[in-house]
């Protein structure tokens, strides 16, 4: 029977054994992901200057890597040469014409990128010559400008024209503007109209206010006598209702003498045969 | 020698692989969220230095350190045994070697998690996305993150080493030597990894 030190120490062993066949599974499958064990297309270059190259360096075409710069030398006498691997799936694009051009398009690292000549299809063969072509800054520059240049003529063309331009535009705010001051003339003589102190404004609010204040006892005055036809309402009611409840003793009263013994042996009821 | 690296590796272990595991599932939960929250060239980055980079380093030291003081502050018969120098070398060895095998199951797991998450993420069609994720990786990465965590074990051996030192000079202190190793400890992985950030820029 095994000791507890014993069972830990082969714990352990198995648990190490696992973990490095585990992280070699993950290795080798991140390895074949890259492409590590496939074959590539080598290609030789040579060029002035190793200047904007490095190895590791990208090689693009139509912003797929396609593979890598994997060596750069200087040669006894005096020439920068290198070699470019091409991924195997990707060696088809490697056709006669091709060239590697040095871009710049982030701000710090440079790319290699693939330019094919389309009209040739014999593909490159292994360690073949390719050449390594260099942009100058003044015509990466002018490249880069001259959608400015053209976006900017495009423009003034906009601004002169003689319909939408600008000088069109200025032309009609400018009949816009004489219009306006043309109303803004006659608001003012309105104004002025409305503000005259005999017959403005001003004097019609004057004489409103004297009439208001001479209708005030007036209203006042009709307000009591509302008050006291109010009153003489209520005793005219008190005073209705009396005289009804009288007739309506009345007639109660009148029922009672109608239905007497004594008056209908004065007045006996009329036969209806008699009619 | 085994059995004490073994008890480490317990906790250090199942702390590696459901933090590694964790941290892959929620990153790649935000990289493929279709609220585009994470930008995906941001992502790439975050997925090569950050979740596959320092933060593996990082949190498996900071365990590894926090593990090995607790069990030296908890257990009397450890304590008493590496007074005596008899498990000095066990003590030490295990140190480091936790460090290195957490390290390798907090990146498997990191992996898997981020696996995972990105085919949760995309309704089983996260393959090709994760495969993304390797195009602009390089094998120095993770070769370099390798060195800086076999630089922190060997930092931790040394501190778990002085530490015995002075639990020989002082027996009985253990609790002060917890956290005056803590703080040193901490200092240390904080400074390993400020050092390495700057070295790399």
């Not at chain 1, 396609?66 to 290198?82: F, M």
């Not at chain 1, 520059?141 to 495009?154: E, G, M, N, S, T």
């Not at chain 2, 950050?50 to 030296?72: D, H, I, K």
């Not at chain 2, 002082?170 to 956290?179: C, D, V």
């Amino acid at each position: 029977m095994s000791s507890p030190k014993n069972t830990s120490g082969l714990r352990l062993r198995w648990q190490l054994l696992l973990t490095l066949v585990a992280l070699s599974l993950v290795m080798f499958y991140l390895a074949s992901l890259k492409g590590a064990w496939e074959t590539r297309l080598t290609l030789e270059f040579e060029t002035d200057t190793a200047v904007s190259l490095h190895e590791g360096m990208k090689v693009n075409y139509k912003g797929f890597q396609i593979g890598k710069l994997s060596r750069l030398g200087l040669s006894p006498e005096g020439v920068v040469n290198g070699q470019v691997q091409i991924r195997e799936a990707y060696a088809a694009f490697m056709t006669e014409g091709a060239v590697l051009k040095v871009t710049k398009d982030k701000i710090v690292t440079a790319e290699l990128t693939l330019i094919r000549d389309e009209s040739q299809h014999q593909r490159l063969s292994e360690h073949a010559r390719i050449a390594i072509l260099r942009e100058d800054m003044a015509a990466d520059l002018a490249k880069r400008i001259d959608p400015l240049l053209v976006k900017f003529q495009l423009l003034l063309n906009q601004i002169s024209d003689p319909k939408d331009g600008i000088r069109a535009n200025l032309k009609q705010s400018h009949k816009v503007m004489a219009k306006t001051v043309e109303v803004l003339e006659q608001s003012t003589l309105a104004m002025k109209a409305l503000s005259d102190s005999q017959n403005g404004l001003p004097a019609v609010l004057g004489q409103t206010r004297d009439t208001m204040n001479a209708l005030q006892p007036t209203a006042a005055q009709a307000t009591s006598t509302l008050k006291e036809l109010e009153t003489s309402l209520v005793q005219t009611r008190k005073t209705l209702d009396t005289a009804d409840r009288l007739i309506h003793n009345m007639d109660g009263a009148l029922q009672d003498v109608q239905t007497a013994p004594i008056y209908r042996w004065l007045v006996p009821k009329r036969n209806p045969e008699t009619k | 020698m085994f059995k004490l690296a073994h008890q480490f590796l317990r906790g250090c272990g199942w702390f590696a692989v459901l933090a590694g595991g964790g941290a892959g599932i929620v990153f790649s939960m935000i990289a493929v969220h279709e609220s585009g929250v994470l930008n995906p060239s941001i992502g790439r980055e975050l997925f090569t230095h950050v979740l596959l980079g320092r933060l593996p380093t990082l949190l498996v030291a900071a365990f590894v350190l926090l593990r090995v003081n607790f069990q030296l502050a908890t257990d009397a018969g450890l304590a008493r045994r590496l007074h005596d120098g008899r498990q000095t070398r066990a003590y030490v060895f295990a140190c480091a070697m936790v460090c290195l095998v957490a390290w390798i199951w907090f990146f498997l797991s990191a992996l898997a998690g981020s696996w995972l998450g990105m085919m949760q993420g995309l309704s089983g069609y996260g393959q090709t996305v994760w495969e993304s994720y390797w195009v602009e990786f390089q094998y120095s990465y993770i070769v370099h993150a390798g060195f800086r965590m076999l630089l922190l074990a060997a930092c931790l051996s040394l501190l778990a080493f002085v530490e015995i030192r002075f639990l020989q000079a002082h027996e009985g202190n253990t609790h002060l030597m917890m956290s005056r190793a803590m703080t040193l400890g901490v200092l240390l992985i904080i400074g390993i990894e400020v050092t390495d950030f700057f070295w790399t820029l």
